[in-house]
């Protein structure tokens, strides 16, 4: 199987609209490894100012579009994360057929999950330091 290295620029955005972000120095960090149509993604955000962010909350940019298969979801990890609200479990999902992932979780024990929206945030300094592991299309 072919073996890749490289970088990538995760981006945060709003999939009803995105406008006004600033990010720090170095605050838009990514790398992946590949194996086959196996990608693993990790990488930083650190915003200064958030901007709009309009609908649910993504980060786009991932270095490959996802396998186009029915139901076939990926889910990651976000750690170190510094955001406004109060969150029980924080998750990534990347849908078939797509180059991004949306932010989502649970805020109270037993809630039913949620995407984040702009509200989520903190109007200035926000971080995120994500993994994600996913299937590339062909």
């Known amino acids: 199987d072919d073996y890749e290295e490289g970088s990538w620029t995760p981006t945060l955005i709003g ?15 990514g790398r992946y ?3 086959g ?8 955000i650190e915003t200064w100012a958030l901007g709009t962010l309009t609908g649910s909350v993504a980060i ?3 270095p490959f579009t996802s396998a186009n298969v029915t ?4 889910v990651g990890a976000i750690s170190g994360f510094v ?8 998750f990534l999902e990347v849908a078939p057929n797509a180059a991004l ?9 037993g809630s039913s999950t949620q995407g984040f929206a702009q509200a989520d945030f903190n109007a200035g300094t ?6 994600i592991s996913y299937i590339a299309d062909e």
């Open 37 to 44: 149509k196996k990608v693993l993604a990790s990488g930083y």
């Open 83 to 90: 955001v406004a609200s109060t969150w029980t479990w924080i």
């Open 101 to 109: 992932a949306y932010l989502g979780g649970r805020k109270t024990a």
């Open 33 to 35: 490894v590949t194996i």
């Open 71 to 74: 139901k076939l979801y990926a």
């Open 60 to 62: 786009s940019g991932l």
């Open 126 to 131: 926000n971080v995120l330091a994500f993994s």
């Open 15 to 29: 999939d009803g609209g995105t406008s006004g972000q600033t990010y720090a120095a170095n605050g838009q960090v």
